[in-house]
Structures are given as C-alpha cells and as structure tokens.
C-alpha cells in the first residue's frame, strides 16, 4: 500500500502565490513520477504538471511559466511552487504517485486540497 499526504491549499488572492507539498510513504518498491491534477467544479480533472524519476517534467500549456514542479527522489515528495496565480486556478489539486508496490505497478492519488484564488 502507498498512502500520499497533500499539504499546501489556501485561499489566496489573484497574483500570489502557494506551494504544494505531496509525500509518498509505505510499500515503495521504485517511483516512475510523481505529479499534480487539478479539478475545478463542474469540470473533469486535469494534468496540471509531472515529473519523472529522471527530472523530466510536463506542464499544462495553461500553468507553464507560472508554476513549476520538483521532487525529492530520496523521500518521495513533490511540491508544486503555483505563482502569479489566476481565479481559473480555483481547484481540488490532487497529488498523483506512479511506481511500483508489491511487485505490481500502482497508480495512486492523494485525498485533494483545494486551492481558491479570489479575483
């Protein structure tokens, strides 16, 4: 089993900027990626931003140049550093973990924080 705590939501206004911070812990045999989704009301979840065990990193073309993604491979965390954010941002963030656990590949999403930017 792999649990996936997310912290990092908030409220903030339109421009500013917040950091989410994931981590991966239980039966880890190896990680692939790590990544954020997103879900606003009303509409189906979305790639926000992934990246590889190697450093490879994917954006949506809507986020890129504002946010940027990184991870710590040792301890199986991402954070997503969310800056000049934008009401269209307003969401349920989700952390999403691919790898390996108990010989079999997994894919795995944290319980969500919501991120609210006000206009």
């Known amino acids: 089993q792999v649990q996936l705590v997310e912290s990092g939501g908030g409220l903030v206004q339109a421009g500013g900027s917040l950091r989410l911070s994931c981590a991966a812990s239980?039966?880890?045999?190896?990680?692939?990626?790590m990544g954020w989704y997103r879900q606003a009301p009303g509409k189906q979840r979305e790639l926000v931003a992934t990246?590889?065990?190697?450093?490879?990193?994917n954006y949506a073309h809507s986020v890129k140049g504002r946010f940027t993604i990184s991870r710590d491979n040792a301890k199986n965390t991402v954070d997503l550093q969310m800056n000049s954010l934008k009401p269209e941002d307003t969401a349920v963030y989700y952390c999403?973990?691919?790898?390996?656990?108990?010989?079999?590949?997994?894919?795995?999403w944290g319980q969500g924080t919501l991120v609210t930017v006000s206009s």
């Open positions: 990246i590889t065990n190697g450093g490879s990193t």
């Open positions: 999403w973990w691919d790898g390996t656990s108990g010989y079999k590949h997994h894919e795995v």
């Open positions: 239980g039966s880890i045999f190896s990680t692939n990626a």
